[in-house]
């Protein structure tokens, strides 16, 4: 997404959490890649979606530092809950300390393990999921929660535009890219589901299971 055009839209809408500020600074100068982390308008995207839906389940894919988890979890209604799953349990102290300090850390359950193992595992439907990981379990882990989810179920997938890559030629070196223009392509042709691709940040694909 261009920089300016984003630092224009954050200057109009409403202001970033200062927890999440807080978050959000502590990712950039303790972690690596810290641009995985939703910042201020796709944060305030998936608050206000969750807002709209109103889901009682909410499924997780890929917590990293929290911040999405957060915006989230913002947006549930009352007794309802967020599962939130992440392959680094490295990350799991760091996750309780700021959820902690969130009154909304009490509606989050965390999962530490591989999307593609546990979601297998969950016995239960969600009424909206979240995915953010890597790029190649895309497919696989869309294919395994179709499974088990009803219709009327969202889904929203992050960086689905991945830095403008897959409307070039790409390296068959370049693997995670070559997996989001396959999957892209892959929702493209499916009749399971509505679909819409928002050009926020890196781009968010919106599906409504039919």
Same mark, same amino acid.
């Given at each position: 997404? $261009? @920089? #300016?055009? &984003?630092r224009?839209?954050?200057?109009?809408?409403?202001? %970033?959490?200062?927890l999440l500020?807080e978050l959000?600074?502590?990712t950039?100068?303790?972690?690596?890649?810290?641009?995985?982390?939703?910042?201020?308008?796709?944060?305030?995207?998936?608050?206000m979606?969750?807002?709209?839906i109103?889901p009682?389940r909410?499924?997780?894919?890929?917590?990293f530092?929290?911040?999405?988890?957060?915006?989230?979890?913002?947006?549930?209604p009352e007794?309802s809950?967020i599962l939130?799953?992440?392959?680094? $349990? @490295? #990350?799991e &102290?760091h996750l309780k300390t700021?959820?902690?300090?969130? %009154?909304?850390?009490?509606k989050i359950?965390?999962?530490?393990?591989?999307?593609?193992?546990?979601?297998?595992?969950?016995t239960?439907?969600?009424d909206?999921?979240?995915?953010?990981?890597?790029?190649?379990d895309?497919?696989s882990?869309?294919d395994?929660?179709?499974q088990?989810?009803?219709?009327?179920?969202f889904?929203l997938i992050?960086n689905t535009l991945?830095?403008?890559k897959?409307?070039?030629?790409i390296?068959?070196?370049?693997?995670?890219? #070559?997996?989001?223009a396959?999957?892209n392509?892959?929702i493209a042709?499916d009749?399971?589901?509505e679909?819409?691709?928002?050009?926020?940040?890196?781009?968010?694909t919106?599906?409504?299971v039919?």
């Open positions: 997404m $261009d @920089e #300016l055009l &984003e224009y839209i954050c200057s109009r809408i409403d202001p %970033e959490p200062e500020k959000r600074r502590e950039y100068v303790r972690f690596l890649n810290p641009r995985m982390s939703s910042g201020h308008l796709q944060g305030r995207v998936l608050a979606l969750c807002k709209m109103r009682r909410v499924l997780e894919l890929g917590t530092t929290g911040y999405s988890t957060l915006c989230l979890a913002e947006g549930l007794g809950r939130s799953i992440d392959r680094n $349990d @490295e #990350l &102290e700021w959820f902690s300090r969130s %009154e909304l850390g009490s359950d965390l999962l530490f393990g591989e999307a593609l193992d546990l979601i297998p595992k969950l239960e439907s969600f909206l999921v979240y995915m953010d990981i890597d790029k190649r895309y497919k882990c869309y395994l929660l179709l088990h989810q009803p219709s009327g179920t889904i992050d991945w830095n403008g897959p409307m070039r030629e390296s068959c070196k370049d693997t995670q890219s #070559l997996a989001i396959d999957f392509d892959y042709a009749s399971r589901v679909k819409i691709i928002l050009p926020i940040r890196d781009g968010l919106v599906l409504l039919k």
